[in-house]
């Protein structure tokens, strides 16, 4: 299936929900969603992947891209995800040390909220 | 010489790389690899065709990109063949010492070194490492018209 965006403030942190696959040929969608959240000034970010079907290193890349953005503005970019094919992929390639990952959308902002 | 199962090549278009995903994971299930298999055939052939997409619209947009799926004596093949020669300095790297096919890229993640010095893009070098930790056995070789990926996963010992 193809990719769906959306996204929403809850609590000050917005909340960004992916829908269906990641990969070379949708990624360029959410890399422009992101650059688009942080021009406006959203510097928290939750990326909630809970319905995320498939993602590649392409999407790795985009959500990389995400962090290093927000970060230049001290912000945060936390990712929701509790499927083990996608999990998979971030211990692969050893990005669960640099993503929080989390198992809720609420889990993700109270985490945030907590660091502050 | 073993006859591929099924052989498909595609424009290097970003789109048609979800439909190799879907056709090897389909010949995958076919040829008997385990079910909890599948979804590791179905990301590295995606990062394969990726790169080789990726490498096509950068050198040579109107070749297609090749696949190659074969099961056969308990083993289920892909091999993805790009023939985008990167120019000059690869090549002739590959030329004296590694020319042969079947050479192996150590690290798999490293582009050629004589190739376009940091040019690749994260998720290039991403994409063969993911490779690399997904795959079951995996070659990659530069030759001179390309790169070609061959990965392999255990499937049941069908034919």
């Known amino acids: ?116 | 010489m073993t006859m591929a199962t099924v052989e498909m090549s595609f424009t290097p278009l970003p789109a048609h790389v979800r439909t190799a995903r879907l056709v090897a994971t389909a010949v995958a299930r076919r040829s008997g690899v385990d079910e909890a298999l599948l979804d590791e055939v179905r990301l590295a052939v995606g990062e394969a065709c990726s790169r080789a997409v990726e490498a096509h619209q950068e050198h040579c947009p109107a070749e297609p990109v090749r696949v190659a799926l074969t099961g056969t004596d308990g083993r289920f093949e892909v091999v993805v063949t790009d023939t985008a020669a990167q120019d000059g300095g690869a090549t002739a790297v590959a030329g004296p010492g590694e020319a042969k096919p079947g050479a192996e890229a150590p690290g798999g993640g490293q582009p050629a070194a004589a190739g376009k010095p940091a040019q690749q893009t994260v998720p290039a070098e991403l994409g063969l490492a993911v490779i690399e930790g997904l795959a079951d056995d995996v070659k990659i070789a530069r030759t001179k018209a390309g790169l070609s990926i061959r990965m392999s996963w255990p499937s049941a010992a069908a034919s």
Do not use: W
């Not at chain 1, 990326?47 to 990389?64: C, I």
């Not at chain 1, 993503?99 to 959308?105: E, L, P, T």
């Open chain 1, 1 to 116: 299936m193809d990719l769906k965006l959306d996204h929403h403030t809850k609590d000050g942190i917005e909340v960004v929900d992916v829908e269906g696959e990641i990969d070379v040929y949708t990624a360029p969608r959410l890399r422009e969603l992101l650059i688009e959240l942080v021009n406006v000034g959203h510097y928290q970010l939750v990326v909630n992947m809970e319905k995320v079907e498939f993602l590649d290193s392409t999407g790795l890349g985009v959500l990389v891209g995400g962090l290093k953005r927000v970060r230049a503005h001290d912000g945060s970019l936390d990712l929701v995800c509790t499927q083990e094919r996608i999990l998979k992929i971030f211990r692969i390639t050893g990005l669960t040390k640099v993503f929080g990952i989390h198992d809720s959308v609420d889990e993700a902002i109270a985490a945030r909220k907590a660091e502050k």
